[in-house]
């Protein structure tokens, strides 16, 4: 009986297509320069989390150990192991943006959205993530990342607005 290999039953076609245009920007010997892209195509496909079960079939897919999957994941703020809200907000809070106000920014948050760092509102529509070591705009602080999207110079006016925009 011929077996249905993981990456086939976990990742959809159009999700194996879009993992085939990053293979095909790599020689074979680099192929595992594709996993980030792939772990952000597995992730949007699963709202916005990976499972082990996605980790183990983008490394199939792509010809890896799973642990490069799995260290990958679990060492960059931009995946997420865990359920997380529609929305993730990153607030930077390196010492650059601290010394510009991210403090009252991350409290403002918290208190506006009654949640901490690393949790979700309970509506599911807003994850704090954990602290965010540097967002690499810091002439530029304080900011955020909203789903991607980058918002600086922020005072708690700005937070609102942003906050007030998320579905």
Not at 30 to 56: C, F, V, W
Not at 58 to 83: L, N
Not at 102 to 113: F, G, N, P, T, Y
């Given at each position: 009986m011929?077996?249905?290999?993981?990456?086939?039953?976990?990742?959809t076609?159009?999700?194996?297509?879009?993992?085939?245009?990053?293979?095909?920007?790599?020689?074979?010997?680099?192929?595992?320069?594709?996993?980030?892209?792939?772990?952000?195509?597995?992730?949007?496909?699963?709202?916005?989390?990976?499972?082990?079960?996605?980790?183990?079939a983008?490394?199939?897919?792509?010809?890896?150990?799973?642990?490069?999957?799995?260290?990958?994941?679990?060492?960059?703020?931009?995946?997420?192991?865990?359920?997380?809200?529609?929305?993730?907000?990153?607030?930077?809070?390196?010492?650059?943006?601290?010394?510009?106000g991210?403090?009252?920014?991350?409290?403002?948050?918290?208190?506006?959205?009654g949640?901490?760092l690393?949790?979700?509102?309970?509506?599911?529509?807003?994850?704090?993530?954990?602290?965010?070591?540097?967002?690499?705009?810091?002439?530029?602080?304080p900011?955020?990342?909203?789903?991607?999207?980058?918002?600086?110079?922020?005072?708690?006016?700005?937070?609102?607005?942003?906050?007030?925009?998320?579905?």
């Open positions: 011929n077996e249905q290999r993981l990456s086939e039953r976990v990742l076609q159009e999700q194996r297509k879009q993992i085939d245009h990053w293979l095909s920007k790599f020689p074979q010997e680099g192929k595992r320069s594709a996993l980030i892209p792939a772990l952000h195509i597995a992730q949007d496909g699963n709202g916005g989390y990976l499972t082990n079960e996605l980790m183990d983008v490394a199939e897919y792509i010809g890896i150990e799973p642990t490069w999957a799995y260290e990958a994941a679990t060492f960059y703020s931009m995946f997420d192991t865990q359920p997380v809200g529609r929305h993730k907000v990153n607030i930077c809070t390196n010492i650059a943006c601290m010394l510009m991210s403090d009252d920014i991350v409290a403002h948050c918290e208190k506006r959205l949640i901490k690393g949790e979700t509102t309970a509506d599911n529509r807003i994850t704090l993530k954990i602290e965010e070591e540097c967002l690499a705009g810091c002439a530029f602080g900011m955020m990342v909203v789903d991607g999207h980058y918002h600086t110079q922020l005072t708690p006016e700005k937070v609102d607005e942003i906050l007030d925009n998320l579905e």
